[in-house]
């Protein structure tokens, strides 16, 4: 095959190029001195977003497809990435688009969920958990009442429950969304049985927000008063479906990153992508 017909053949596209430099590229910072990249962010970016949507490893990207003029070798643009994540680029990226774009979340309430990650070659913030018979990396994300995820703590081994560290969790997360200018006075938030602590529920009412928690059986024999709102609790189904797009992105199914600034970095981008898509179709109508 030669290089026009590797280049003329059709690739997936996450976002369009338009989208990347209009919504993505103004929050990368660049250096006003040493190496100045030959080709455009954009391309750079919309690389990245391939390995996110694909999970292919880095060395089989498509890179004359990918770029216009300019080709990028991947381990030049698996540098720029891995620059970005240590700096938290991404973070800080995901949290301007969320101030520009406060307007378009429904914070009539939301929803909270744990996730483990299978972690396929080890790495930081891994250990065994026993229900899924593997190494996983366990995450807690807080998502919108339609289903955009917002914000997630810091990852932690897969061998702790939900409720490990859990307030200072839940604040990585509360802290992060005050900072986006995302308002949770107020707000009410869906918590599964998993998180029926008196430590949350404190910890929750303390930064003005209402949780709804499903009562744990476990905890049956001790005096439980809390106010539980079944019908709001039916809309936590929103959070299920997040799950399912999140998983449609391949680098965030399974955990190959060892490192957990990539790996963070990864969710962040696929943060912005269902974001940005949604944003899209709220505008067009």
Not at 56 to 78: A, C, D, G, N, R
Not at 161 to 169: A, S
């Amino acid at each position: 095959m030669s290089l026009n017909q590797k280049k003329s053949h059709p690739l997936y596209k996450v976002l369009s190029k338009d989208t990347i430099e209009l919504e993505i590229v103004p929050y990368i910072p660049v250096g006003k001195r040493g190496f100045k990249s030959k080709v455009p962010l954009c391309e750079i970016i919309n690389c990245i977003l391939y390995k996110l949507k694909t999970g292919i490893q880095w060395y089989l990207l498509p890179i004359f497809q990918l770029f216009s003029k300019e080709v990028l070798h991947y381990k030049t643009v698996f540098g720029y990435y891995r620059k970005w994540c240590k700096a938290g680029i991404w973070q800080a990226c995901w949290s301007s688009i969320l101030q520009k774009n406060r307007s378009k979340i429904d914070l009539s309430s939301g929803d909270v969920d744990g996730s483990h990650t299978t972690a396929l070659r080890g790495g930081e913030a891994v250990g065994y958990q026993g229900r899924k018979k593997r190494k996983t990396t366990n995450a807690i994300y807080l998502t919108d009442r339609n289903g955009l995820p917002l914000a997630m703590s810091v990852p932690v081994c897969g061998n702790h429950n939900d409720l490990f560290n859990i307030e200072k969790h839940f604040e990585q997360i509360t802290d992060f969304l005050h900072q986006s200018g995302i308002p949770l006075d107020g707000l009410f938030l869906n918590f599964d049985a998993g998180f029926d602590a008196e430590n949350l529920r404190k910890k929750a009412l303390k930064l003005g927000i209402i949780a709804n928690i499903a009562p744990n059986k476990r905890n049956s024999g001790t005096l439980n008063n809390h106010y539980f709102d079944h019908q709001l609790y039916k809309e936590r189904y929103a959070i299920e479906r997040t799950n399912a797009w999140l998983d449609s992105f391949r680098s965030i199914l399974n955990r190959f990153d060892t490192s957990i600034t990539s790996w963070t970095g990864f969710n962040y981008l696929a943060f912005m992508v269902i974001a940005l898509r949604k944003f899209q179709k709220i505008k067009s109508r």
